[in-house]
């Protein structure tokens, strides 16, 4: 039972809160005075008490029912705080990175309350955790350059971010072995313009002739080979889940909220501005993100000042439920998010003759790539369809026979050990694919002044995720891009029409 030692009850102050029912029962009536020659209690000693007994009391009743979850009181497991000041829609690599940066960045410790929604929390379903983990340097944008350096060093340097205290060393495995481009006579002068653009902008990349090419990798048959592009230093392959678990523990930790659920709906107002033209514009703003919780019809609006899509393969799907791409052809608020899921197929197979150590990640003019898996002859490929095969997107099955006619004939032209190569097993992933021009999302919508993006990667986001995380916590916190100047992946270049084409898409 609680004592009183000391209290003086007091006519409450205008504007102050009156206790609840439940509360008002356990203090003594006004007109009361109590006095036992005890000094008296810090205020707010009475809730603490009660807060330790109700706990002493579910802990008893607990006890009294070995090997029971059964609680006086329901919680939902996972549900998430009623308020956030940021609310982050995807618990991918980009959202954990974001959130992870976002506590990084915060000027007071919880200084700014992240809450991260991921509606699978086994990440059965994730592009992250399907995707192959390769990260290179060799694009032809600057800004995609730029990302997969910044994230290069943040993996070399991991400990210093991702160390959890009392918790085992991060290790992705990363593996630099580099990434091996070919290209046939009408790529050549493409690459060797890309590779000017690299060196240009910091990459150590390095340019190779058929010749040099056979001699540094004897296990390749040069033929149809005009040039070929290497990378030197911090290019090759890690594991994606270790990475993502590694974010995900660290931003926990520095006090992100979890949530197992799905963002069904955005609750917003509206505001009408006339143009210098005089047409009528509406600015929209988020207030309420409506989570429902898994295997339940139960919805938990959590309050927010701003919103980050980073949903990957389904941020479209986000963006329509603030009007985005509903409205007037033509318009800002009638242009679409062009993103959408793509179904690729990563295949594990074996050949006891194929490559050694010195295998990096080989991307064939053709399509067609493949990498070391471990060290038992092991290895994982792919191609990416042309656009008219696209497979369907609904469901992550797998076909086989899609590389026995498509794959294996491109992998055994160009290593000959291949030619006997036996087909293990394989998976399928999703890019969050951007149909306007394979590149990112990133920025502010012009019209939904708290919704930002970090989604369109069309399978970069892995190895573009330390950086990209940084530069959208810049964006919120600082007003700004700051490490990088990331403004020519903004939204409004859909509505402009103009295309920000990356030559190097696998």
């Known amino acids: 039972m609680l004592s009183w030692s000391r209290c003086r009850a007091a006519l409450p102050r205008r504007g102050a809160r009156a206790l609840p029912r439940s509360l008002q029962a356990r203090c003594p009536p006004a007109h009361i ?27 008893k009743a607990k006890e009294a029912l070995p090997g029971s979850d059964w609680s006086p009181v329901h919680q939902t497991a996972g549900l998430p705080p009623e308020w956030a000041d940021i609310v982050i829609i995807g618990g991918g690599i980009v959202g954990w990175s974001t959130a992870y940066w976002l506590k990084k960045k915060e000027a007071i410790r919880e200084g700014v ?40 060093h943040f993996l070399r340097n991991i ?22 481009l070919l290209a046939g006579k009408e790529q050549s002068d493409i690459m060797a313009e890309n590779y000017r653009i690299q060196r240009d902008e910091g990459a150590a990349v390095a340019l190779l002739t058929p010749q040099q090419l056979q001699r540094k990798f004897p296990w390749i048959n040069t033929e149809g080979v005009a040039l070929a592009s290497y990378g030197l230093e911090n290019e090759g392959w890690f594991d994606p889940w270790l990475l993502l678990n590694a974010f995900r523990r660290k931003a ?7 949530c197992h659920g799905e963002v069904v709906g955005l609750q917003h107002s509206t505001r009408e501005m006339e143009t210098d033209k005089g047409a009528t514009v509406s600015l929209k703003r988020i207030h309420h993100a409506i989570v429902q ?14 919103l980050v899509n980073a949903a990957g393969a389904w941020s479209s799907k986000v963006a329509e439920m603030i009007g985005i791409g509903i409205g007037p052809e033509g318009t800002l608020e009638g242009t679409k ?44 490929g792919g191609l990416s ?122």
């Open 252 to 258: 926990i930790s520095m006090g992100v909220y979890p």
């Open 337 to 380: 998010l062009p993103v959408e899921p793509r179904k690729r197929y990563v295949y594990v197979f074996h050949s006891p003759d194929g490559p050694g150590l010195d295998c990096p990640m080989l991307i064939d003019y053709t399509g067609a790539y493949f990498r070391r898996e471990g060290l038992g002859g092991n290895y994982v």
């Open 33 to 59: 005075h109590c006095s036992s020659g005890v000094p008296a209690r810090k205020h707010g000693d009475f809730f603490r008490d009660l807060a330790n007994e109700f706990a002493k009391f579910k802990q």
């Open 113 to 152: 309350r992240v809450v991260v929604v991921e509606r699978d929390p086994t990440y059965s379903r994730a592009s992250t955790v399907l995707s192959v983990g390769g990260i290179r340097h060799q694009f032809s944008l600057p800004e995609n350059i730029h990302l997969s350096m910044e994230s290069a």
């Open 293 to 306: 919780m898994p295997n339940s019809a139960e919805c938990q609006p959590v309050k927010c000042a701003l």
């Open 159 to 180: 400990q210093e971010h991702l160390n959890v205290v009392n918790e085992d060393p991060v290790d992705v495995q990363f593996n630099p072995s580099g990434y091996l």
């Open 385 to 506: 369809p042309a656009e008219e095969e696209e497979p369907d997107s609904s469901n992550l099955e797998v076909n086989y026979e899609y590389f026995h006619e498509q794959i294996w004939p491109k992998l055994a032209q160009r290593v000959p050990a291949f030619q006997s190569l036996k087909l293990k097993s394989a998976w399928a992933g999703y890019y969050d694919y951007n149909t306007f021009d394979q590149n990112a999302v990133i920025g502010f919508h012009q019209l939904v002044t708290n919704m930002f993006f970090a989604t369109g990667f069309s399978g970069h986001g892995l190895q573009q995720s330390p950086a990209v995380g940084r530069a959208v916590a810049e964006l919120i916190l600082d007003g700004r891009f700051k490490t990088l100047d990331l403004s020519a992946f903004d939204f409004i270049r859909f509505y402009k029409g103009t295309k920000l084409l990356e030559n190097n898409i696998v």
